[in-house]
Protein backbone atom coordinates (compact mmCIF):
# COMPACT_ATOMS: atom_id res chain seq x y z
CA UNK A 1 0.00 0.00 0.00
CA UNK A 2 1.27 3.55 -0.52
CA UNK A 3 1.76 5.80 2.03
CA UNK A 4 1.40 9.47 1.31
CA UNK A 5 3.01 11.83 3.51
CA UNK A 6 1.95 15.60 3.66
CA UNK A 7 1.74 17.89 6.78
CA UNK A 8 -1.48 20.05 7.33
CA UNK A 9 -2.73 22.24 10.42
CA UNK A 10 -5.85 23.85 11.53
CA UNK A 11 -7.10 26.73 13.81
CA UNK A 12 -8.65 25.49 17.30
CA UNK A 13 -11.41 27.75 17.56
CA UNK A 14 -12.96 29.11 21.67
CA UNK A 15 -15.04 25.95 21.93
CA UNK A 16 -12.07 23.78 21.10
CA UNK A 17 -13.80 22.81 18.16
CA UNK A 18 -11.27 22.32 14.95
CA UNK A 19 -12.20 22.07 11.38
CA UNK A 20 -10.28 18.66 9.69
CA UNK A 21 -8.82 19.78 6.28
CA UNK A 22 -10.22 18.07 3.08
CA UNK A 23 -7.24 16.33 2.18
CA UNK A 24 -7.00 14.75 5.42
CA UNK A 25 -10.33 13.69 5.48
CA UNK A 26 -9.75 12.05 2.28
CA UNK A 27 -6.66 10.67 3.68
CA UNK A 28 -8.40 9.22 6.55
CA UNK A 29 -11.72 8.21 4.24
CA UNK A 30 -14.47 10.28 6.32
CA UNK A 31 -17.27 12.23 5.29
CA UNK A 32 -19.30 14.68 6.96
CA UNK A 33 -21.38 12.93 9.86
CA UNK A 34 -18.60 9.69 10.43
CA UNK A 35 -17.19 9.78 13.56
CA UNK A 36 -13.16 9.98 14.05
CA UNK A 37 -10.84 8.33 17.18
CA UNK A 38 -8.06 10.22 18.52
CA UNK A 39 -5.09 7.94 19.92
CA UNK A 40 -2.95 10.19 22.39
CA UNK A 41 0.54 8.47 23.47
CA UNK A 42 2.00 11.51 25.71
CA UNK A 43 2.58 14.43 23.66
CA UNK A 44 1.79 12.87 19.76
CA UNK A 45 -1.85 12.71 18.87
CA UNK A 46 -3.23 10.26 16.34
CA UNK A 47 -6.58 10.97 14.49
CA UNK A 48 -8.53 8.29 12.96
CA UNK A 49 -11.30 6.62 11.13
CA UNK A 50 -13.37 5.64 13.79
CA UNK A 51 -14.75 2.46 11.98
CA UNK A 52 -11.51 1.40 10.64
CA UNK A 53 -9.78 1.58 14.10
CA UNK A 54 -12.60 -0.57 15.97
CA UNK A 55 -12.71 -3.09 12.75
CA UNK A 56 -8.84 -3.15 13.58
CA UNK A 57 -9.08 -3.52 17.11
CA UNK A 58 -12.11 -6.62 16.43
CA UNK A 59 -9.39 -8.27 14.36
CA UNK A 60 -6.78 -7.80 17.26
CA UNK A 61 -8.88 -9.54 19.75
CA UNK A 62 -10.42 -12.32 18.28
CA UNK A 63 -6.69 -13.05 16.39
CA UNK A 64 -6.12 -16.78 16.81
CA UNK A 65 -9.98 -17.67 17.73
CA UNK A 66 -11.29 -19.15 14.54
CA UNK A 67 -7.98 -21.94 14.87
CA UNK A 68 -9.28 -22.60 18.82
CA UNK A 69 -12.65 -24.01 17.03
CA UNK A 70 -10.97 -25.42 14.05
CA UNK A 71 -11.76 -22.90 12.02
CA UNK A 72 -8.34 -23.36 9.86
CA UNK A 73 -9.34 -22.60 6.27
CA UNK A 74 -10.97 -19.52 4.57
CA UNK A 75 -13.41 -21.70 3.44
CA UNK A 76 -14.44 -23.63 6.76
CA UNK A 77 -14.69 -19.93 7.72
CA UNK A 78 -16.96 -19.20 4.60
CA UNK A 79 -18.57 -22.34 5.34
CA UNK A 80 -19.54 -21.70 9.24
CA UNK A 81 -20.76 -18.13 8.29
CA UNK A 82 -23.19 -19.70 5.43
CA UNK A 83 -24.64 -21.99 7.56
CA UNK A 84 -25.08 -19.50 10.77
CA UNK A 85 -26.92 -17.65 8.12
CA UNK A 86 -29.24 -20.35 7.07
CA UNK A 87 -29.66 -21.21 11.07
CA UNK A 88 -30.85 -17.43 11.60
CA UNK A 89 -33.18 -17.19 8.55
CA UNK A 90 -34.65 -20.56 9.77
CA UNK A 91 -35.51 -18.69 12.96
Not at 13 to 19: E, F, L, N, P, R
Not at 44 to 57: E, G, I, P, Q
Not at 78 to 85: C, F, H, P
Amino acid sequence: MASTVFVNDARVMAKGQVTIPKNVRAALGVDSGDRVTFIVDGTNVRVVNSAVYALMRFQEQMSGEAEKVGLLKEEAVAEWITQSRREDNAE
